[in-house]
């Protein structure tokens, strides 16, 4: 059974197979909470061009088309599966308003200055080469674009870090510390008991 587990849950990381497609079905379900809180303190606008990276399931990209009128929400994943699945359940509006690519946070697929929000739910935890990944995610914010990380607060020394392979517990401190020495301004933390956590910023 622990085995069984563990290879379920490091399919967090990039799903692939039988156990990925079940763990897709568990993210867009699981990370719902999370999401609808962190989108919380955001001010969305009408028409804007946003990206949500690492977009696993697809249902943070149909969260973010209800919140912005006449939006397009572009979403990449380092998993096949997890492209396969966010373009399902957006089919009603994929290529029309919804975009999907298998692609990578550290080499993102945009021109420079594309999108008005980026959002990050539950992934930065396996994003490689971090600081490389926040430039990228600055270069193809438009200036005053915010850019959103939200994750469950996790120790380093937890339990989570050996289940899931390939996994970094980044505290909330530190990832501001990061977004900061990236060049993002008004880097702000929200926190929500047990563990939610936002850290949003903007790019001047």
Not at 56 to 81: P, Q, W
Not at 85 to 90: F, G, L, R, S, T
Request: charged share 25%.
């Amino acid at each position: 059974m622990a085995n069984l587990m563990k290879s379920f849950f490091s399919q967090c990381a990039r799903p692939k197979g039988f156990l990925g497609n079940l763990m897709l079905r568990f993210m867009n379900f699981g990370h719902a909470p999370l999401t609808n809180w962190g989108l919380g303190f955001i001010d969305f606008q009408d028409k804007w061009t946003m990206l949500d990276i690492g977009c696993g399931g697809g249902a943070t990209l149909k969260r973010l088309l209800k919140r912005s009128k006449d939006a397009k929400v572009y979403g990449i994943d380092i998993s096949e599966n997890s492209v396969v699945k966010a373009k399902q359940v957006n089919s009603k509006v994929l290529d029309k308003q919804v975009f999907v690519t298998q692609g990578s946070a550290e080499k993102l697929p945009y021109e420079d200055e594309k999108f008005d929000l980026i959002t990050a739910v539950e992934t930065v935890y396996f994003w490689p080469n971090i600081s490389n990944c926040f430039k990228e995610v600055k270069r193809v914010l438009k200036h005053g674009g915010q850019f959103a990380i939200m994750i469950e607060v996790i120790d380093k020394d937890s339990v989570w870090t050996d289940v899931v392979k390939g996994m970094t517990a980044y505290p909330p401190e530190q990832l501001k510390q990061m977004l900061e020495d990236s060049g993002f301004v008004k880097v702000e933390i929200q926190r929500k008991k047990p563990s939610y956590a936002l850290i949003s910023c903007v790019k001047e």
